[in-house]
């Protein structure tokens, strides 16, 4: 019954689309859902969704998002041997609505059954896809909530993250100056050759402890025009230090506003820091228990470091919070698909978790 009831939360979730800044239908689903089941709900300045289910102890936070990338639209998944596929129209959007089913029925199972919980924060973030922007904005004083669990996608179900990548994006904006082709090109500045001419800093760096990547182009205005206007956006994830980070965003700027110098045009950089990166003490108390619970059943704790961001990126420092994976394969993908059975195996993990966290003093 159990897994029947998270597969429909899941297929309710992935019916309604949600894009990141665009995550009404989804939020209205869960607030309406979770206030039927009695819980007190609010919304945060950012728009994230708060849940509050009391219980004895401190308290422990839980935590998915709302938002997918585009086209992110809702549709009716494929149910083959257990595993739930896109229809093929759009990436199927378990990243992360498996989280927040995951979520779900755990609120629903601690109230049926009477189980021995502390209180329970669940936060159901915005924007993560666009910048952590939810969770960043998320504030846990009021709630009195220093640690958590993310219930989102990086590897395996049950693997946790142990080591989260410095996160940034970067601009660039490349101008030059345009003109027919055809006549004297001693006048232009072709903006695409100063891309093609700046040597900077990408792809797999200092033993794949840093990634740069350029990951969308934007240029010119006709076939037929030297092209005067070039928009690349970038991001830099790295596990290195401050100071190296800041030595590749140097080198960034230096290679292309040399280009742009030497070629007669100019270029604009610029960078904004989503998240810091940030290590997992395994014996945080928290996850301390989750090994404990692994065990028992005769598994090991998994944990493994990942370029994949996630709201932990941004919650930590503030809360202890640890990402345990969903197991979603090719997500932000058409091929994206999500095996069941696993994500049932988290819900009873986690409530074993909650028992044993109410009991401590």
């Known amino acids: 019954m159990s897994v029947s009831r998270l597969h429909?939360?899941?297929?309710?979730?992935?019916?309604?689309?949600?894009?990141?800044?665009?995550?009404?239908?989804?939020?209205?689903?869960?607030?309406?859902?979770?206030?039927?089941?009695?819980?007190?709900t609010s919304l945060d300045t950012a728009g994230n969704?708060?849940?509050?289910?009391?219980?004895?102890?401190?308290?422990?936070?839980?935590?998915?998002?709302m938002d997918r990338v585009p086209p992110g639209r809702g549709q009716r998944p494929i149910l083959r041997d257990g595993v739930l596929y896109s229809d093929g129209s759009s990436n199927l959007g378990a990243d992360d609505a498996a989280g927040l089913a995951i979520i779900l029925e755990i609120l629903r199972r601690l109230q049926e059954h009477s189980l021995a919980h502390p209180p329970i924060v669940a936060l159901f973030t915005v924007q993560e896809e666009s910048g952590l922007?939810?969770?960043?904005?998320?504030?846990?004083?009021?709630?009195?909530?220093?640690?958590g669990i993310v219930f989102d996608n990086a590897f395996e179900a049950g693997v946790v993250v142990s080591r989260g990548a410095h996160y940034e994006a970067f601009d660039v904006e490349i101008i030059g100056?345009?003109?027919?082709?055809?006549?004297?090109?001693?006048?232009?500045?072709?903006?695409?050759?100063?891309?093609?001419?700046?040597?900077?800093?990408?792809?797999?760096?200092?033993?794949?402890?840093?990634?740069?990547?350029?990951?969308?182009?934007e240029g010119g205005s006709a076939r037929n025009a030297v092209p005067d206007r070039v928009l690349l956006q970038g991001e830099l994830r790295s596990f290195e230090g401050n100071e190296q980070i800041e030595h590749y965003?140097?080198?960034?700027?230096?290679?292309?506003?040399?280009?742009a110098r030497q070629a007669g045009g100019q270029a604009k950089i610029h960078f904004v820091s989503h998240c810091s990166a940030y290590m997992v003490d395994e014996q945080e108390p928290l996850l301390?228990?989750?090994?404990?619970?692994?065990?028992?059943?005769?598994?090991h704790l998994q944990p493994r470091p990942t370029f994949i961001g996630?709201?932990?990126?941004?919650?930590?420092?503030?809360?202890?919070?640890?990402?345990?994976?969903?197991?979603v394969v090719n997500e932000h993908t058409p091929d994206e698909y999500v095996p069941l059975a696993p994500l049932e195996q988290l819900v009873e993990d986690?409530?074993?978790?909650?028992?044993?966290?109410?009991?401590?003093a």
Not at 249 to 259: C, K, L, M, N, V
Not at 288 to 299: I, M, P
Not at 310 to 327: E, K, Q
């Open 350 to 360: 986690t409530l074993e978790v909650l028992h044993r966290w109410s009991s401590l």
């Open 133 to 147: 922007q939810g969770a960043r904005a998320f504030d846990p004083t009021p709630w009195q909530v220093t640690d």
């Open 49 to 65: 969704l708060i849940a509050l289910l009391p219980g004895q102890g401190r308290p422990v936070l839980l935590n998915a998002h």
């Open 8 to 40: 429909a939360s899941l297929v309710d979730l992935l019916a309604l689309p949600s894009t990141s800044g665009h995550e009404e239908h989804v939020r209205q689903y869960l607030e309406t859902t979770l206030q039927a089941q009695g819980l007190t």
């Open 288 to 299: 301390s228990l989750y090994r404990q619970v692994l065990a028992d059943r005769g598994e």
């Open 177 to 217: 100056r345009t003109g027919h082709p055809g006549k004297d090109l001693t006048q232009t500045v072709n903006a695409l050759e100063i891309f093609r001419q700046a040597a900077y800093p990408h792809g797999s760096l200092a033993n794949d402890q840093t990634r740069i990547l350029i990951g969308h182009i």
């Open 310 to 327: 996630s709201d932990a990126s941004a919650l930590r420092p503030r809360v202890r919070a640890f990402t345990i994976s969903t197991g």
């Open 249 to 259: 965003r140097e080198r960034i700027r230096a290679a292309f506003t040399e280009a």
